[in-house]
C-alpha cells in the first residue's frame, strides 16, 4: 500500500476566482501559477492602453496650440492620426484583458482536470 505523505497537495483552481482576479491583467495567471503569462497579459494590457490614454491626453495640448497658431490643416491631419492610433491601441488592449480572462478560466479549468497541457497553452479570447 502506497502512503500519501510523499505526495504533493493537488491544488484544486477555481475558474471563477481566476476570472475575478483577472480584473487586473495577470492575476488569474498568478493565482493558476503561470508567472510569464502573468507577464505578458500585464504588460501587453499596460503597453497598449497606457499610450493610447497619453496620446488623446498629450495631443490635446498639440491640437490646441495649432488651432491657436492657425494650421487647421495640419491639426485635422494630427488629430485624424492621433484618433486612429488612439483606437487601434485601445482596441488592442481591450482584447488583451479579455483574452487574459479567458486565457485564466480555461488554464484553470485544464488544471483542474489534470490537463497540463492545456494549462501549458494560451488561450485568447475568440470573437
Known sequence: MVSDAGRQPTIRHDWRIAVALSAVPGLGQLYNGQWRKALFFFLGTLLSIGPAILLITFGEHL?????????????????????????????????????????????????RQGQADDAARTWFFHI
Do not use: H, K, P, Y
Not at 77 to 94: D, E, I, P
Open 63 to 111: 491640437g490646441r496650440s495649432l488651432i491657436d497658431n492657425q494650421q487647421l490643416a495640419l491639426f485635422l491631419l494630427v488629430a485624424l492620426l492621433s484618433v486612429m492610433l488612439f483606437l487601434f491601441l485601445f482596441v488592442v488592449g481591450l482584447f488583451l484583458w479579455a483574452s487574459a480572462a479567458a486565457d485564466a478560466r480555461r488554464t484553470a479549468m485544464a488544471l
